[in-house]
T-cell receptor, first 117, second 110 residues
Framework: GAGVSQSPSNKVTEKGKDVELRCDPI?????LYWYRQSLGQGLEFLIY????????KSGLPSDRFSAERTGGSVSTLTIQRTQQEDSAVYLC???????????????FGPGTRLLVL | QKEVEQNSGPLSVPEGAIASLNCTYS??????FFWYRQYSGKSPELIMF????GDKEDGRFTAQLNKASQYVSLLIRDSQPSDSATYLC??????????FGTGTSLTVIP
């Protein structure tokens, strides 16, 4: 079946502009995650959605970052007034959701490479 | 703070050797453990997951988990140049959040 898809694959923007990044999770996956990975760095957790529950926004680095998930499927990550330090690869992942025993597997999309000039 | 630590490497092994990648974690409540492989410029791809103490084998890969020592490892037998990548360890306690290490860079020398 289809995996996690993200768009655009690459985005170049000017400092101060807003950008929207899209994620389509695997069909049937209730959990959706956004991560950021800067060059040569590990994965930085941004936000987590599970079903209709309130999202876990604890990883968002500033109030310029926001995300929503419509209909429990597609998610959009919005960065307002972009800064050069926002340049990174933004990765989306989805999973079936938490289950008893914590047995869970996450699958990643190809990422959106954001460059803020 | 929940932490996952990996030796950043780089780790170099000759082709055909065993590569051993290690990961420690701080949260004793962790229940699920994952190894991801990430090629340069690509997104992470799942290699293996392990939930129970002991060894789990899948082809040339073996994951080892020791919850008492809070330690999980990945062994790659008969290493191939195509195994050259960064290996990420991830830990989850409830399936809500996954905590990733910074990764170990592996180079397999032909």
């Amino acid at each position: 079946g289809a995996g996690v898809s993200q768009s655009p694959s690459n985005k170049v923007t000017e400092k101060g502009k807003d950008v929207e990044l899209r994620c389509d999770p695997i069909s049937g996956h209730t959990a959706l995650y956004w991560y950021r990975q800067s060059l040569g760095q590990g994965l930085e957790f941004l936000i987590y959605f599970q079903g209709n529950s309130a999202p876990d926004k604890s990883g968002l680095p500033s109030d310029r970052f926001s995300a929503e998930r419509t209909g429990g499927s597609v998610s959009t990550l919005t960065i307002q007034r972009t800064q050069q330090e926002d340049s990174a690869v933004y990765l989306c992942a989805s999973s079936l959701g938490p289950r008893a025993g914590g047995q869970e597997t996450q699958y990643f999309g190809p990422g959106t490479r954001l460059l803020v000039l | 703070q929940k932490e996952v630590e990996q030796n950043s490497g780089p780790l170099s092994v000759p082709e055909g050797a065993i590569a051993s990648l290690n990961c420690t974690y701080s949260d004793r409540g962790s229940q699920s453990f994952f190894w991801y492989r990430q090629y340069s410029g690509k997104s992470p791809e799942l290699i293996m997951f392990i939930y129970s103490n002991g060894d789990k084998e899948d082809g040339r890969f073996t994951a080892q988990l020791n919850k008492a020592s809070q330690y999980v490892s990945l062994l790659i037998r008969d290493s191939q140049p195509s195994d050259s990548a960064t290996y990420l360890c991830a830990v989850s306690s409830s399936g809500n959040q996954f905590y990733f290490g910074t990764g170990t860079s592996l180079t397999v020398i032909p």
